[in-house]
């Protein structure tokens, strides 16, 4: 039977009644005859404060960093002080103290260097999932679970780019193996951090931010897994952000491609990016909710589901300044934008959407300290104006291909709102278009309205819908 692989973010780990809730819904699956990998995050917040602790030291602020540490040690023992049986607990605790004994001395050492490289810093933020991951498996041990820990760095090999790392395909596929598949097949429940791994010659990296996505998405290609779970804290994917609209429904059934562009713009899930390897080998990955494990969740696959309407879901970017450039001369003439992005580059400067027409280029980025400075470079190549409190609004759906006059009705229901840029990405699966950040709310909600009237079933979870609809029905004349 195929194994399946179930990844708990930092909010599913961040404290002992979580973990408790995460063990349960592990249990579930065991009980269903299902074979679980599990991959755990950091505790939530602890990869945030080990980067603050590591630029602490690397700048010699010796106590700063010290102070961050201790407050980490503080919160792993007393959540295994908690959590742990009383013959369990001398010996994890023993060995937290150690961990923390190593991460001082780095620390320690970095501030008396007062230089931090992308090696070093990986070492200290590697700490976080070597921590939870090793608390958690026993936890899971405690409550009946046969889980076994695992160095993620056995299994997720990866090149030497310290902060991004590369993994190698071929290497964790044969780790797996090794490693993993014993376990499996003995009935254990092999359990180990995400985000780092390691070189072949041994040196801790890691795979960028959110990085333990990816680490669930290699173990399950890895395994040729039946499913990769990625358990969080919210339904799944929605239509729009249920704060800005209350009747958001959960979206069922998305595409990788989908989901990767509603990642993008903001809708903060997942990175899909990061499950392209499982989505290559086609195995379905779902997004689940751990403080509502009985949801269905959202099943992103390969190819998307027939929908009758063509959005799956709005996304919203806010924080971007509008950047607008007039060059009546020299616009059109060969190398321009080329000289335009190389400033972009210069400040490190990522751009969202750019517009041309014969004499201007307007392109979006983040709202950022360096607009200053960006745009006075660029003055040397234009007319240049910028303005902030921008946000992008992206409407996401495989049914925009192909069909007529879905444009005109986006712009009829935000027809009272000022746009200022649009673009239909070549991916044809997105309409994104600018406007002023205070009616990002008011757009979203007019455009749900308009695209979500009759929700195809099959594809979003309309009995949210009904249910509600029946309490308003029952509710009817009192206040
Ligand atoms: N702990 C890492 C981070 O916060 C990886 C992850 O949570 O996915 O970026
Ligand atoms: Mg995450």
Known sequence: MKPVVMKFGGTSVEDSPAILRTARIVQGRLARGQRPVVVVSAMSKVTDQLLTAAKAAGRGDRSGALAISSRLRHRHCDTSEILLPVH?????????????????????????????????????????ERLSSRLVAEAFCDQGIPAVHVDARNCIVTDGQHGKAVP???????????????????????????????????ATTTLGRGGSDFT???????????????????????????????????????????????????????????????????IPVLVLNSRNADN?????????????????????????????????????????LRAVFDVFDKHKCAVDMVSTSEVSVSLTVDSNEQLPALAADLSKLADVTYEGRKALICMVGGNIRGQNGIA?????????????????????????????????????????AAFFVDP??????????????????????KT
């Open 456 to 477: 195809d079933p099959e594809v979003f979870d309309v009995s949210a819908r009904s249910e509600a609809a029946v309490q308003i029905g029952h509710g009817a004349g």
């Open 88 to 128: 369990r607990k001398g010996e994890i605790q023993n060995w937290i103290q150690q961990e923390f004994e190593s991460l001082d001395e780095i620390l320690r050492g970095l501030s008396a260097v007062g230089e931090l490289t992308p090696r070093t810093n990986d070492m200290v933020v590697s700490f976080g």
């Open 408 to 448: 005109a009705q986006v712009f009829h229901a935000v027809r009272h709102i000022n746009v200022r840029m649009i673009s239909q990405g070549a991916s044809e699966i997105n309409m994104s278009f600018m406007i002023d950040e205070d009616d990002v709310d008011e757009a979203v909600r007019s455009l749900h």
């Open 216 to 282: 669930a998405a290699l173990i399950g290609g890895g395994l040729e897994a039946e499913a990769i779970e990625i358990w969080t804290d919210v339904n799944g994917i929605m239509t729009a952000d249920p704060r800005v609209c209350p009747d958001a429904l959960r979206v069922k059934t998305i595409s990788f491609e989908e989901a990767a562009e509603l990642a993008y713009f903001g809708a903060k899930v997942l990175h899909p990016a990061t499950i392209l390897p499982a989505v290559q080998k086609n």
């Open 168 to 202: 190698n395909d071929a290497l964790i596929e044969a780790r797996c193996g090794q490693y993993l598949r014993p376990l499996i097949e003995a009935g254990h429940v092999p359990l180990m951090g995400g985000f780092i791994g390691s070189t072949v010659e041994g």
């Open 296 to 336: 269905e969740g959202t099943r992103i696959t390969a190819l998307a589901t027939h929908c009758r309407s063509p959005f799956k879901s709005i996304a919203a970017k806010r924080r971007l300044t509008i950047i607008d450039m007039v060059a009546s001369r020299m616009l059109m003439s060969h190398g321009y």
